[in-house]
């Protein structure tokens, strides 16, 4: 992720697996917002960021709330948040894992919408985001009220969470970007490929099997490869080459 930079971020200190971050391009200007009186872990975990792009003010906002936690802490503390926000843009994306199911109709996804509907927020993804066996289930959002620009949604599988990621899509906006002189890539030979396999067979992978939840089984796994597999391809810059002659010219 060489083109992007950490803007801000939430990490728990008393449980494991939670928090929050949101990342930022090179190329764009931000203003952290500090939330930090609002955070309780499980009930709240939560960054947000203001951007400025073309003479406007964006809040993006990233949440997460664990299934243990206390809904109404997290809808009263929303909802006195945004109050805040509101009076410094009403431009707003939020996005995060809510841990409600809107396939299914029910108390905790009336609240929430109707919280958010005050401030003309409603959710744009329309399509599950966890699918696990024969279930699935659509816990994770994108709110937003720029309606006035046209957007796209779109699902997309990232190999590293039990979660399939969503993106938003704002073909309105134009943002320039750095154009790097390096690019980044993995070193993989013999004998980095060895030192993997070396290293997996060497694994005991205590944390996975010690454990019965099925959530911490696939993270602890795939926290474990990944460990692994940057460790034994590590990154390596390489400098990009402008070639002058775009064509390929042959004497005769």
Request: net charge positive.
């Amino acid at each position: 992720m060489d083109q992007y930079k950490l803007g801000t971020s939430f990490c728990r200190k008393i449980y494991n697996y939670g928090g929050a971050c949101i990342y930022v391009s090179k190329s764009l200007q931000f203003n952290t917002i500090n939330l930090e009186k609002y955070h309780k872990e499980k009930n709240l975990e939560i960054c947000a960021l203001k951007l400025n792009i073309q003479t406007k003010n964006f809040i993006i906002i990233c949440i997460y709330r664990s299934p243990k936690g206390d809904f109404i802490y997290f809808l009263t503390k929303l909802e006195i948040i945004l109050n805040e926000l509101n009076n410094i843009s009403n431009e707003f994306i939020i996005c995060g894992d809510f841990n409600i199911d809107y396939t299914k109709d029910s108390f905790r996804k009336n609240s929430l919408d109707s919280i958010l509907a005050s401030f003309n927020l409603f959710g744009t993804v329309k399509f599950p985001t966890r699918i696990f066996k024969d279930t699935s289930t659509q816990i994770d959002n994108i709110y937003t009220n720029i309606y006035k620009l046209d957007f796209s949604v779109y699902p997309v599988m990232n190999g590293l969470s039990d979660h399939d990621a969503q993106i938003i899509i704002f073909t309105d906006i134009s943002i320039s970007t750095i154009k790097q002189s390096f690019s980044l890539t993995r070193k993989i030979d013999g004998n980095t490929i060895k030192n993997f396999v070396y290293l997996l067979s060497y694994e005991n992978w205590e944390n996975v099997f010690m454990e019965e939840d099925v959530h911490i089984i696939y993270n602890n796994f795939v926290n474990t490869y990944i460990r692994i597999f940057y460790t034994s391809f590590p990154l390596v810059k390489i400098k990009n080459v402008q070639n002058s002659k775009p064509w390929l010219t042959k004497g005769l």
